[in-house]
């Protein structure tokens, strides 16, 4: 496989947690000795288990944002990753696309952690996807003057995916306000570059 080529066309960030995810996965589904669906034991290991977090297992919730529960969940997962993650790196580079994710996963399980049960345990990207799927929104938001329909859209793009039995919507609530942020932020300083440039 030449990485050159998917590192070009993905981005060097996106892509290169894209094999994160996949190997992960290769390793859960390795453990459960089944590639469809993981194990309770493996999910309570490397993903998070709010039990475990509370008594030592502190790198859970940075852990668990590359573990996924079965093969359709990192199918979704990675999919967007690809489609999201290399149109925010394209926008803001690698090392910001990195640190979205990073902080997202982060915040969604850390909010995981203190308003769900120590008996819950999750796994999945969705935090930090739903970090980038912010960062988009709220970018283009304020490069195009429409605030209040950026957070519209990302208001449905959360109820539409954080209503099903069995969802961690606090995970993507937690990821979604930092990515949403974060892409404020950083909407404000190309905005400014554009008007610099005369494209306002």
């Known amino acids: 496989m030449n990485l050159e080529h998917y590192f070009a066309r993905y981005g060097r960030a996106t892509f290169t947690f894209f094999l994160i995810n996949v190997a992960v996965y290769v390793i859960e589904a390795l453990l459960s000795k089944n590639p469809f669906f993981i ?14 977090v509370l008594h030592g297992a502190w790198w ?26 290399s149109q925010l790196e394209r926008i803001l580079g690698s ?26 345990v999750s796994a999945g990207a969705s935090g930090a996807l739903f970090g980038i799927a912010g960062a988009l929104i709220t970018i283009n938001g304020v490069i195009g ?25 606090y995970a993507h609530l937690g990821g979604l306000i930092v990515g949403m942020l974060v892409g404020y932020y950083y909407g404000q300083k190309i905005r400014r570059r554009l008007s610099w440039w005369g494209y306002y």
Do not use: D, E
């Open 95 to 120: 090392r910001r696309l990195a640190m979205i994710y990073i902080l997202s996963g982060l915040a969604g399980n850390l909010l995981t952690l203190a308003l769900l049960p120590p008996s819950v």
């Open 145 to 169: 003057r429409n605030m209040q329909g950026a957070i519209i859209n990302a208001l449905v793009l959360f109820l539409i995916n954080s209503i099903l039995p069995g969802v961690n919507a």
């Open 39 to 52: 194990s309770w034991k493996v999910l309570a290991f490397l993903g998070q288990w709010n039990y475990a």
């Open 60 to 85: 859970q919730p940075f852990t668990a944002m590359f573990v996924h529960v079965n093969i359709i969940h990192i199918g979704f997962n990675t999919y967007f990753l690809l489609a999201m993650g």
